[in-house]
DNA sequence: CTGGTGATGATCT
DNA sequence: GATCATCACCAGT
C-alpha cells in the first residue's frame, strides 16, 4: 500500500506523550521539556538504521526498558523504549526542567545556571547521574532508582516540532523529520544548532 | 545572540 | 581510521 502523509510512525506520539512527565533518578527529578523520537530501521537518523549491533540491542529488544549510549568520548544520551520488540523506536529524552534536588543538580553540573541544569541530553544524563550501567534497566524500576513517573498537565497547543539536532550525512539531516517535540515558552528547551561537519585536529 | 573549536573514547566498518 | 543524537568556553556582533 502506499504510505500517506498522514501516516505518522506510531513513535511520534509516544515523543508528544513524555512531554511534561517526570523522571526522577539519583534523587533529582525533572519534568520533560524535549524530546526527540527515532523511529526504527527505516529512519536513516536512528542508531537502529543500519540494524542490530550491540549497542544498539536495547533498541530492539522489548518496551519498558532505558537505551543509554555514550558519544564525543564524555557524554551519555539517554532514550525511553516504548514501542512493540523489533520496531526498535526510542525517544531521546533531550531536556527537561528540575523540579525536585535542586541542590543536588547544581553540584553535579559544576557552574550551570539553573534553566541549563539539564538543557540538553547529555546535560541531563549528567543531572540524573545516568551512564551506561543503566542501559537496559527497566524504567520505573525501584532497583536501579529509574522513575518514569505521570505527567504534569501539558496545554497541546503549546507542543511545537521541528528539525532533529545533530544529524548528518546523505538522508539523515535534521531537516529531513520534523521529529523533535517540545513545549513552546520553557526556558529548558535546548537552543537550536546545526549540525557542521568538522576535521579532527 | 552567533559562530568557532578542543576535549576525548566507544563503536562500527 | 572515521564518526559521533555534545558541551564548555571563547571571541565577535
Same mark, same amino acid.
Given at each position: ?5 498522514t ?17 526522577? *533518578?539519583?534523587?533529582?527529578?525533572v ?29 530492539? &529488544?522489548?518496551?519498558?526498558h ?8 564524555? *557524554? *551519555? ?6 514501542s ?49 550501567? *543503566? ?19 501539558v ?13 548528518? &550525512? ?32
Amino acid at each position: 500500500m502506499a504510505e500517506r502523509a498522514t501516516d505518522e510512525p506510531p513513535v511520534l506520539r509516544t515523543a508528544r506523550s513524555l512531554l511534561g512527565r517526570i523522571v526522577g *533518578h539519583g534523587g533529582v527529578t525533572v519534568r520533560l521539556t524535549e524530546v526527540e523520537a527515532y523511529a526504527g530501521v527505516a529512519d536513516p537518523g536512528s542508531h537502529a538504521f543500519r540494524g542490530p549491533t550491540r549497542r544498539n540491542a536495547v533498541m530492539f &529488544g522489548p518496551p519498558g526498558h532505558l537505551y543509554v549510549y555514550f558519544t564525543y568520548g564524555m *557524554h *551519555h544520551c539517554m532514550n525511553v523504549v516504548l514501542s512493540p520488540e523489533g520496531e526498535a523506536s526510542a525517544v531521546l529524552l533531550r531536556a527537561g526542567a528540575v523540579v525536585d534536588g535542586l541542590a543536588t543538580a547544581r553540584s553535579r553540573r559544576g557552574r550551570s545556571s539553573d534553566r541549563d541544569l539539564a538543557r540538553g541530553p547529555a546535560r541531563m544524563t549528567k543531572c540524573l547521574a545516568i551512564d551506561l550501567s *543503566h542501559n537496559g534497566s527497566t524504567i520505573g524500576s525501584t532497583g536501579a532508582g529509574f522513575v518514569l513517573g505521570p505527567a504534569v498537565a501539558v496545554d497541546a497547543d503549546s507542543i511545537r516540532c521541528g528539525p532533529r539536532v545533530g544529524l548528518s &550525512g546523505p538522508g539523515g539531516d535534521g531537516t529531513a523529520y520534523p521529529w523533535r517535540f517540545w513545549i513552546d515558552g520553557e526556558p529548558s528547551v535546548s537552543a537550536y544548532r546545526p549540525a557542521k561537519p568538522r576535521r579532527r585536529g
